[in-house]
Each structure stands twice: as structure tokens, then as C-alpha cells.
């Protein structure tokens, strides 16, 4: 079955700590991209990445970082220096050929406290 | 003019009924354009792209209209399943890179 894994589902994390989530594709696709959803409101981009090795920040970096060293997978690291941490954290992966349709894995919902 | 907008609705729509949404979009240089389906607590699902020529899949139709810069979403003959927020995204050119721009969704509740 081709598509994208984000684990865990739900993360909890006490306020100061570091958090990794895991972006797993197995569509062959060149581009991956990390979104933030807050409730009532639309995704932001936080990085993407349109090939192995090289990574842009999106709207909302700040706080975020990332790593592409394999096509496969697209991490996502939330720091303690990000103010408003929690958050709906959705990945996604499109090819690079157009029409970049972009698709979706299930996303991490993770609480800081 | 915000660059993706979408009425937020919520639309409330009597099951079988025709329901029908827009998107305006502000660059005119936009190249593609797609309906997402995002159910509630879920990740956004392709429902479909928006092709010029307009596209149909069975009770969906999708058109583009570049003059007036806006997509619309038909819904035909609304199943309870339909309710959902449709997202629309236009994947416009910005500095010669591709960058996608998503609405914030229109809430849809198809009524029994």
C-alpha cells in the first residue's frame, strides 16, 4: 500500500522539551512539506522540501526545524523556542512534476503543557 | 485581497439537495487548483483538481473561471457523507517557485 505515516498519532510533551514527529512516505515523491492546523483555522506551511538535502522555510518556521536526508522521510522537530506549540501537525508529499496535488498523512496531534 | 478566501459557511443543506461553493483566488498567474475534503479531527483528502475545461466525478463538478479568478464546487443530490469542510487550493507562481496557497475551508452540514 503506497501513502504517508506520521507517528505517533497523539503526542503530549511537558512545555520546554523537544519533540520530534515522524513523516514516512513510500509514494515516490520528490517534494514533502509540514503544515500546522489550529482549530477553526487553515494550514500553514512550516518547511518543505522539493528534493533530498535542501529545504526551505515556509510561513511559519519559527521554532520548527526540519531535516530531508532521505526521500523516504521528512521529520519535523518542535523546539522549546516555538511559543504555541500545540497544534493539529499535518505532513504531506507531492512529485515535483505538476499539477502538485499534495497527499496527506493521517497527522499528529500533539499537546505541550 | 487575501490570496485564497473561501466563505466559511457553515452551509446547512437538506439531504438531496444541490449545494454549490466558490473560491476567489488573487493571482491571475495561478496555475492549478483543487477541491479538498477535510473531515472533522482528519487530514485533508483530494476530492478532485480543477482542469479549465471543468471536470465532473459522478455528484462533483469542479469549474474554473480565470476571467472572474474563482473555482466553484457542485455538490448534486447530498448524501449525509458530504459533510464535511471543502478546502480549495491554488498552486500559484511566486518569484518563478510554485507555492500552494490553502483556504480555510467552507463547513458543509447536510440535514437529515
Known amino acids: 500500500d503506497g501513502g504517508i505515516t506520521q507517528s505517533p498519532k497523539y503526542l503530549f510533551r511537558k512545555e520546554g522539551q523537544n519533540v520530534t514527529l515522524s513523516c514516512e512516505q513510500n509514494l515516490n515523491h520528490d517534494a514533502m512539506y509540514w503544515y500546522r492546523q489550529d482549530p477553526g483555522q487553515g494550514l500553514r506551511l512550516i518547511y518543505y522540501s522539493q528534493i533530498v538535502n535542501d529545504f526551505q522555510k515556509g510561513d511559519i518556521a519559527e521554532g520548527y526545524s526540519v531535516s530531508r536526508e532521505k526521500k523516504e522521510s521528512f521529520p519535523l522537530t518542535v523546539t522549546s523556542a516555538q511559543k504555541n506549540p500545540t497544534a493539529f501537525y499535518l505532513c504531506a508529499s507531492s512529485n515535483n512534476r505538476g499539477p502538485y496535488e499534495q497527499y496527506f498523512g493521517p497527522g499528529t496531534r500533539l499537546t505541550v503543557t | 485581497r487575501k490570496e485564497v478566501e473561501q466563505d466559511p459557511g457553515p452551509f446547512n443543506v437538506p439531504e438531496g439537495a444541490t449545494v454549490a461553493f466558490n473560491c476567489t483566488y488573487s493571482?491571475?498567474?495561478?496555475?492549478?487548483f483543487f477541491w479538498y475534503r477535510q473531515d472533522c479531527r482528519k487530514e485533508p483528502k483530494l476530492l478532485m483538481s480543477?482542469?479549465?475545461s471543468g471536470n465532473e466525478d459522478g455528484r462533483f463538478t469542479a469549474q474554473l473561471n480565470r476571467a472572474s479568478q474563482y473555482i466553484s464546487l457542485l455538490i448534486r443530490d447530498s448524501k449525509l457523507s458530504d459533510s464535511a469542510t471543502y478546502l480549495c487550493?491554488?498552486?500559484?507562481?511566486?518569484?518563478?517557485?510554485?507555492?500552494?496557497?490553502f483556504g480555510k475551508g467552507t463547513r458543509l452540514h447536510i440535514l437529515p
Open positions: 487550493v491554488v498552486n500559484m507562481k511566486r518569484n518563478r517557485d510554485d507555492k500552494i496557497i
Open positions: 493571482n491571475s498567474a495561478s496555475q492549478s
Open positions: 480543477v482542469y479549465s
